[in-house]
Each structure stands twice: as structure tokens, then as C-alpha cells.
């Protein structure tokens, strides 16, 4: 391999914090990043790819890894190489992740936190980054301009020592289900971006539940998608944000979709513009006043809201007086600690129950309620039904 090339190539690593390999017949020739802690990753990978695959190209595996490559010309032969970039992760690595491929690469559990001590260290890729990463290295060693980059179908192989059983578990935990598109949607209607996008690299195979794998038809995808960007836009609006901000998000969605010509064009899309819209309900919900210390009982309310809570136990975590805050916060909002402290809590009950995910009796214990009798009492002073009622509402 010339000289110039890894050069060129642990530049490109240093300055975007991503490994680069390169692999001719599946046998590692260079590597940028000889960090231990990736398992070697990139073989793995590498080695689990078809044995046709497109000139450029990326893929993703089930847990959440992200990666792509370049065919680039052998020296002095016919032949070509595997310019292979990554793996990088769209966001926070979770444990989940972690867990799910260490029992994949036949690793002991307890690595899992290991990895995601390490992967944190670096830097995270959003696919569209991604792409263009691709593209460059493309047109700056191959020549051939910024082509099309698919989308290319990953399938683990079975030469390494995959615990079956436990595997079997895991994907199990993360295959998409029965509601999902509830989950989704309980999340955007709360504003939870944070958790959205956990949620979306905890599934990446998740391809849109009524669109999944019995069919590839590209014209059915994008139909769908569109429905889906007017039910979001629409969720977003009833969660109080401004329809001229949806409406600009809905047209540049509906933008996008029209002038997909592929499924790869449209494999972003969905994640983009749900984040997109949950954004814009985070904004609208965030604490709406300016005062610091304010902020800060705000902050702390929110972060601790499975705890249980009071002026107290708030004062303690922000160092300073009970009597003091509590005379600031009503000079500056107009109500009191314990009130805004229910109004959170019941928030994020509301939540709960859209979600699915518990009952109300399981809720109330999560969030500290002295008994079930008094959160349906708070509840009912809050949202004017119980919380029973409240999730029937939309059925």
C-alpha cells in the first residue's frame, strides 16, 4: 500500500475521531486506530459483508453499529481493496448495545460496561456524516466524483462464538413488536428526544412497523412515510407547538420524500424527522423562566423525578436553604416547590401511561407517591380524570 495513502488515511482518523481499515480478501492490511478495547470490530465486520458488495457502500449491524466502504485500487495490480470506515454509534452507546454484542462476539457479560466506558471516549457519527465521510474518500482517492451511497443488508457470520441462547434473548428485547408505534409516539407527544433517540439505536433494525421486511416496495415506504410525517406534525401541534414551525418541518419532510429515488434516500428520513418534531415539543415544554437558581430547582426536579421529593431533599442538591428557595421560586413563578414538584411528577406519569409500559398502580410506586389513592387524587386535580381514564382516552 503507498506510503501517501495511510497518511492520508490517519489524517482523515485524527481529524474525525473515526477507525479506518483497509482489507484485501477479507485479510486487515492497515488500520488507523489500534485501540484494543473494539474487539476487532472492523474484521468481524469486514468478514461478515457478501462477497459482492457495491463501490461505496454502508450498512448497519443489529446492535447499532454504523459503518461504511470504499473499493479503492491494489498497487501495481488488477485487484481492489476494502477502504472500510468505522464502526462509529449515532449516539450514547447503552448497555443494552453493549450486552448485545459482547454475547454476540462470545465476550463476557461484565465487558459490556467496559465497552461502554471506552466507547464514550469517541466521537459520534450521524448517518448522513456518515455518508459524506464516504463520499469524500471517494472522490478524493478513487476519482470518481460523490456517487450514490446504499444502504447495503448486514447479517452477522457464525465463525466466532456466539452464545446462541442468550443471543436469542436479547434480540428477542429489541425485535420490533407490538407497540412500538405507541412508544414512538408517547415520546414525541412529551417531548423526550433524549429518550427517542436512544430508542432508535437500541433499534436500528426497526424499518417502520407496518412497512418491515416482507416487503422492500419503495413507492409502499414512502407512502407510509408521508402518513406518518402528517400524524407527527399533527401530534406536535397538539402538544403546543407552533403549526407554522411544524408545518415548515412537515414541508421539508415532504420535500425529502418526494425527491427520494431510492431506498437508501429514504432510510434516514423517518428517524430525522421524528427527532426533528420532539425537538420542537421539548422546546415548548422546557422551564419558560430565565432566573438561574430557578432553572436549577427546575433542573434538578426533572433529573431526579423518580425520587422522592421535597423543598428539603431540593434544597440539599442545590446547597442552599429551604426558606430561600422556597421565597424564590414563588417570587419568580408564582407558585410553590411541592406544586411544580406534582406537576412534574404527573408529567412524567402521563408519559408512563402513553407509553404502555406500566399500569398506574406500577407508576405510582415508581414515582414515590405515598399510595396509589393519593396519585389518583393528584392526577385528577392535574389532568380532570384518573389516570385509568386518561389511558383510555385515545383508544
Request: aromatic share 10%.
Amino acid at each position: 500500500m503507498k506510503t501517501d495513502l495511510k497518511v492520508w488515511l490517519t489524517l482523515f482518523s485524527r481529524a474525525t475521531g473515526i477507525c479506518t481499515s483497509v482489507f484485501r480478501d477479507r485479510e486487515l492490511l492497515f488500520q488507523t486506530d489500534e485501540r484494543q478495547w473494539d474487539y476487532n470490530l472492523p474484521m468481524y465486520l469486514a468478514s461478515s459483508l457478501p462477497d459482492v458488495i457495491p463501490e461505496i457502500w454502508y450498512s448497519q449491524s443489529p446492535e447499532g453499529l454504523y459503518f461504511g466502504g470504499v473499493s479503492i485500487p491494489w498497487e501495481g495490480e488488477d485487484s481492489r481493496n476494502l477502504l472500510f470506515l468505522g464502526p462509529v454509534l449515532l449516539d450514547t452507546c447503552t448497555r443494552k448495545q453493549a450486552r448485545s454484542l459482547m454475547v454476540r462476539l462470545g465476550h463476557p457479560e461484565p465487558d459490556a460496561d467496559i465497552f461502554v466506558m471506552h466507547a464514550e471516549r469517541h466521537p459520534h457519527i450521524s448517518v448522513s456524516s456518515l455518508i459524506a465521510y464516504l463520499q469524500l474518500i471517494c472522490a478524493s482517492i478513487t476519482g470518481n466524483g460523490f456517487p450514490e451511497v446504499p444502504n447495503l443488508p448486514f447479517r452477522w457470520n457464525e465463525f466466532f462464538p456466539a452464545k446462541r441462547e442468550p443471543l436469542r434473548e436479547i434480540e428477542k428485547e429489541r425485535t420490533p413488536g407490538e407497540g412500538l408505534d405507541l412508544q414512538i409516539l408517547s415520546l414525541l407527544d412529551h417531548g423526550k428526544v433524549r429518550e427517542l433517540q436512544l430508542f432508535f439505536n437500541e433499534a436500528p433494525i426497526y424499518h417502520l412497523p407496518e412497512v418491515e421486511e416482507a416487503t422492500r416496495d419503495f413507492e409502499l415506504r414512502r407512502a407510509y412515510m408521508l402518513g406518518a410525517n402528517m400524524v407527527a406534525s399533527r401530534r406536535a401541534m397538539d402538544a403546543g407547538v407552533d403549526p407554522a414551525v411544524a408545518n415548515l418541518i412537515s414541508d421539508s419532510v415532504i420535500t425529502q420524500l418526494l425527491q427520494a429515488r431510492s431506498l437508501h434516500e429514504l432510510a434516514p428520513v423517518f428517524q430525522d424527522f421524528m427527532l426533528d418534531y420532539t425537538r420542537e415539543v421539548e422546546k415548548v415544554s422546557a422551564f419558560p423562566y430565565a432566573d438561574d437558581i430557578c432553572c436549577e430547582i427546575s433542573r434538578y426536579v426533572i433529573t431526579h423525578i423518580y425520587d422522592r421529593l421535597s423543598t428539603s431533599v431540593i434544597a440539599d442538591g442545590v446547597h442552599l436553604t429551604p426558606s430561600y428557595i422556597s421565597k424564590r421560586f414563588r417570587e419568580v413563578t408564582g407558585e410553590t416547590i411541592t406544586d411544580y414538584i406534582a406537576e412534574q411528577k404527573i408529567r412524567e406519569a402521563a408519559y408512563l401511561l402513553d407509553s404502555g409500559q406500566y399500569s398506574p398502580g406500577e407508576i405510582s410506586t415508581l414515582l414515590q407517591f405515598s399510595s396509589q389513592s393519593y396519585f389518583i387524587k393528584v392526577f385528577r386535580a392535574q389532568k380532570g380524570m384518573t389516570p385509568q381514564e386518561y389511558r383510555k382516552r385515545k383508544k
